[in-house]
């Protein structure tokens, strides 16, 4: 069973510029969430998404987005990028994640470095 | 909200040595707590899991029990190995849908 799928791994971009990042969960996982990862903030929470419904979403700026397709695939998307936005961004999937301890999967990572 | 706290490290073990990482919580109802890890350059494996009190999550070695009395999910192993050298994180969820993270505990065990 192939697991969390993450594209691309490794990119660079631009100040201003905007990015989209994108996540294949396992197949018949139907809840996505997406988690910044930085050396000084940790893991943080982005948002969450079921049947292409938004269920819960971190505290950061509208300029950080994200949208569910009708197949569970999920994209993320942070316009005018700041150097800031360097980290490491990490998909994962489960089949639901209404606190009932589901096992959560997590994709290697999208290695994102803003210059 | 939501909170968790674990050790600092970065830890330092030789071979066979015993380890400890503390990790309590603070959460609204009850939570699902997590360990995982992360190796050099990958995302987070799920090290073991336990939903409700008492509950032991073990794996490869690793074992943890949620003690509700003293909201910790301390994780342990008799034995390292110089594999198990990674960044282990403690994690807890509740009805939001969301996993809070610890800072992260760096391990690094040495032959």
């Known amino acids: 069973k192939a697991g969390v799928t993450q594209t691309p791994r490794y990119l660079i971009k631009t100040r201003g510029q905007q990015v989209t990042l994108s996540c294949s969960p396992i197949?018949?996982?139907?809840?996505v969430s997406w988690y910044q990862q930085t050396p000084g903030q940790g893991l943080q929470f982005l948002f969450e998404?079921?049947?292409?419904?938004?269920?819960n979403k971190g505290n950061f700026p509208g300029r950080f987005s994200g949208r569910q397709f009708s197949n569970s695939r999920s994209e993320m998307n942070v316009s005018t990028l700041e150097l800031g936005d360097s980290a490491l961004y990490l998909c994962?999937?489960?089949?639901?994640?209404?606190?009932?301890?589901?096992?959560?999967?997590f994709g290697e990572g999208s290695w994102l470095t803003v210059v | 909200g939501n909170s968790v706290t674990q050790m600092e490290g970065p830890v330092t073990l030789s071979e066979e040595a015993f380890l400890t990482i503390n990790c309590t919580y603070t959460?609204?109802?009850?939570?699902?707590l997590f360990w995982y890890v992360q190796y050099p350059g990958e995302g987070l494996q799920l090290l073991l899991k336990?939903?409700?009190?008492?509950d032991k999550g073990s794996n490869k070695g690793f074992e943890a029990t949620y003690r509700k009395e003293t909201t910790s999910f301390h994780l342990e192993k008799g034995s390292v190995q110089v594999s198990d050298s990674a960044v282990y994180f403690c994690?807890?969820?509740?009805?939001?849908?969301?996993?809070?993270f610890g800072a992260g505990t760096t391990v690094t065990v040495r032959a």
């Open positions: 336990a939903t409700k009190a008492d």
């Open positions: 994962a999937s489960s089949t639901d994640t209404i606190g009932s301890g589901n096992t959560i999967y």
């Open positions: 197949s018949g996982h139907r809840s």
């Open positions: 994690a807890l969820m509740t009805n939001d849908y969301k996993l809070s």
């Open positions: 959460a609204t109802g009850y939570p699902s």
């Open positions: 998404y079921f049947s292409e419904t938004q269920r």
